[in-house]
């Protein structure tokens, strides 16, 4: 397989971050990411983000229903017939083709260069943001709209710009960004190594494909349960005019009310406990995400075992 493209480091100390970089990791160049990666992410991410799209909208629907059942809830996505389970899916498909690029072959080049998994999450969930929160938030505000108006409500939402890459709730959205990635790109490494420990020892022998499948899924489950607070916040916050038109410490408010009535249970004054709320939002955050990102890890790693066959095949039919 041929190299990639190189970039070569600095030959004089450098008082730049980048030189700083550079230095810290020990290498003389940096690669861009190999063809099979960015290939992951450019056609793996859109066909990932509209596959569930009926899970994403199902979880808009309960960030402003606390009583339905998550069944009751994948049943209203879809109330208005099998189709429109999807509404609002288009809207993502574009930006999702940087957005995963984002997600992997950008993560891994920030990760080489900086020397850094967790500088590279950082930044990789802030550029992803930027990417996909006009889509995402055009995405729910639709799946709500059709909702209100199939039972009869007049509540819907203004539609936001699909180029407006920043808004009102942006902060949140790449905090839960930061958190969901997290699981594939921090905890599935220790997630891999404590299976293959658990299975020595039981005395077995666990094979490489299978190991980075679970780790991948536990690490990404994982992330789906600390993230999913987050993002029902976000998906209420864009579902309401209130929201997104109060004032930065209305919003603070705001944000704190809801989550303390959502996922919490007092009686009077006093804490009684957690919502059964909380359960149903981490069980459909971790339906979705889990399988999102476990999707994409499959793919990734698919298109770097086949992709020396591909090129074998090409070279072969060339000669």
Not at 22 to 51: D, Q
Request: proline share 6%; with cysteine; aromatic share 12%.
């Amino acid at each position: 397989m041929s190299s990639a493209p190189v970039f070569h480091g600095p030959d004089t100390k450098s008082r730049s971050f980048f030189g700083r970089c550079c230095r810290r990791s020990g290498a003389s160049s940096l690669r861009l990411p190999e063809t099979p990666l960015v290939l992951a992410g450019a056609l793996g991410g859109p066909f990932g983000i509209f596959i569930f799209t009926p899970l994403r909208n199902a979880l808009t629907l309960a960030s402003q229903n606390s009583d339905e059942t998550a069944w009751e809830l994948y049943m209203d996505v879809f109330a208005g017939g099998f189709a429109a389970g999807w509404t609002g899916g288009l809207a993502c498909v574009p930006p999702s083709c940087p957005q995963f690029m984002v997600m992997g072959p950008l993560f891994h080049f920030l990760k080489e260069m900086l020397n850094s998994v967790l500088l590279a999450v950082i930044l990789s969930a802030m550029a992803e943001s930027c990417i996909s929160y006009a889509s995402q938030t055009l995405n729910a505000q639709m799946a709500f709209n059709a909702d209100q108006e199939l039972a009869g409500l007049n509540n819907q939402v203004e539609l936001w710009s699909p180029f407006m890459p920043v808004g009102p709730v942006s902060s949140i959205h790449v905090l839960r960004n930061f958190v969901a990635l997290s699981g594939l790109r921090v905890f599935s490494a220790p997630c891999q190594a404590g299976l293959a420990k658990a299975a020595q020892f039981c005395g077995l022998r666990l094979p490489q494909g299978p190991q980075q499948f679970f780790g991948d899924f536990i690490a990404s489950m994982g992330a789906a349960i600390l993230s999913a607070p987050l993002n029902q916040l976000y998906n209420f916050a864009v579902t309401s005019n209130g929201f997104m038109e109060a004032g930065f410490l209305e919003k603070v408010a705001l944000s704190r009310a809801y989550l303390t009535e959502t996922y919490l249970v007092y009686e009077g004054d006093s804490l009684a406990g957690i919502s059964p709320t909380l359960g149903r939002d981490l069980f459909m955050r971790c339906a979705y995400i889990a399988n999102l990102y476990a999707l994409f890890g499959i793919i990734e790693r698919l298109a770097v075992a086949v992709w020396p066959y591909l090129k074998t095949l090409k070279s072969r039919s060339d000669q």
